[in-house]
């Protein structure tokens, strides 16, 4: 087996989850390549050597630069706040390495754009943590509708709903906060929460022409933990949005932080001219469908429990009626990552499909200020 020295820059939430899947995937994945964890890098030494013992990293760096010019660093992979994906993306591409980069790629379609440009001119393989694709329930609503089994699609609806920014005592910016800090975030739940339905939409049913959105900002200043003063805020709280999709399916999208009683609820649903398909993240392992084909007095929604062996990515797992969560859909993508530049067949999300995300978010977020239908540029 090759080994990829893997060169991590955050160590927060998503560091974890990413530290977890290189750890893992050999493990469970037959593949050519083995992620080395080379080294991580984060601002506080004291903090990011913790982490490197914790997780088993060779060394640490406290400049992301210093790790991009390590020679024994073969793959970056950044877990940072969305602010300084591109500059960390482009100088990790001009150095030839290899990226992986967390959503949103970037703070808006003008920067995502320079950074696909960036990469396919160093043209080092390259992919982006929209996670949700590899849930296996969601990559089997993908098969289905592959195979024709929901004929025309007529609606896609989905939603992700959480109530943690509802106190109007919670600050913005700094560590932990910088989500609800615009200049570190780029927008609230449009970048956030709505760009993984936005991902997972464009997969399972191709390219939005156009959307009408609205948006609100609930509590309209809290004080910023960076400067100590009570500042603007410039996030979007709550989006709604229409869209329609070019195969001529009408689509609702919603997210909000103040939907009390919900924390992470993902959920979509696709209605087509034979069959619908249903998904909800508060019971990812299960995908429900529905066949008018069947017979009448026996229709009805069947709930699939996804984690048979002949289902996606369960073979690799344990036996039959045992599922796995939300930490194995990183796994999944760094296999599929290695496995995909090995074969020659990159895997998705790239970089540029991710731009596709990011011209529907900035053309939500135009809707909005505008009260107007706008149309989504083309990223392919
Ligand atoms: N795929 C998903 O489901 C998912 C979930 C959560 C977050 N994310 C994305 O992952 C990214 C990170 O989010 P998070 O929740 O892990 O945030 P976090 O706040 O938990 O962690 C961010 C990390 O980045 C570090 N950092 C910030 N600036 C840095 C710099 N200049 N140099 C080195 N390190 C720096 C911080 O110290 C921290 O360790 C964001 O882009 C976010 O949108 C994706």
Redesign the pocket.
């Known amino acids: 087996m090759k080994k990829l020295n893997v060169g991590l820059?955050?160590?927060?939430?998503?560091?974890?989850?990413h530290s977890n899947a290189f750890r893992q995937v050999n493990k469970f994945f037959s593949l050519g390549y083995e992620p080395v964890l080379k080294a991580v890098?984060?601002?506080?030494e004291a903090?990011?050597k913790a982490?490197a013992e914790n997780w088993g990293y060779e060394t640490y760096e406290?400049?992301?630069r210093k790790l991009i010019a390590r020679p024994d660093i073969d793959l970056i992979d950044?877990?940072?706040?969305?602010n300084?994906?591109a500059e960390?993306a482009i100088a990790a591409a001009k150095a030839g390495k290899m990226i992986l980069?967390?959503?949103?790629l970037s703070m808006d379609g003008k920067q995502g754009a320079q950074m696909v440009k960036a990469i396919e001119k160093a043209g080092v393989p390259n992919m982006v943590?929209?996670?949700?694709r590899r849930v296996p329930a969601v990559t089997m609503a993908k098969q289905l509708i592959d195979e024709g089994r929901l004929g025309r699609i007529f609606h896609y609806r989905a939603k992700f709903l959480q109530d943690w920014t509802i106190s109007k005592d919670l600050p913005q910016g700094g560590?932990?906060l910088?989500?609800l800090d615009v200049k570190a975030?780029g927008s609230g739940v449009t970048?956030?929460l709505l760009?993984?339905c936005i991902d997972t939409a464009l997969w399972l049913n191709g390219s939005i022409a156009n959307v009408s959105a609205m948006t609100e900002t609930f509590v309209k200043e809290r004080k910023h933990n960076l400067t100590g003063k009570i500042e603007k805020v410039g996030i979007d709280d709550a989006c709604a949005f229409l869209a329609r999709f070019n195969n001529g399916s009408l689509a609702t999208f919603e997210s909000t932080r103040y939907a009390r009683g919900h924390k992470a609820l993902y959920t979509f649903e696709i209605n087509g001219e034979h069959a619908s398909i249903a998904w909800d993240l508060h019971d990812l392992h299960r995908l429900q469908y529905f066949d008018h084909r069947d017979e009448s007095k026996l229709r009805g929604w069947r709930s699939i429990h996804v984690t048979d062996g002949d289902q996606p990515y369960m073979k690799n797992w344990w036996v039959p009626g045992l599922q796995i969560g939300y930490e194995h859909?990183?796994i999944h993508q760094v296999a599929d990552f290695l496995a995909g530049f090995d074969s020659q067949t990159p895997a998705h999300p790239s970089f540029r499909d991710a731009l596709e995300t990011q011209y529907v978010c900035d053309a939500v977020l135009k809707s909005a200020q505008t009260g107007k239908w706008e149309k989504v540029p083309k990223a392919k």
């Open positions: 820059i955050g160590y927060g939430f998503m560091g974890r989850t890098c984060a601002r506080d903090k990011v982490f406290t400049d992301w950044i877990a940072t706040p969305n300084s994906h960390i980069c967390e959503k949103p943590w929209y996670n949700y560590a932990g910088w989500r975030a970048g956030d760009a993984h859909t990183f």
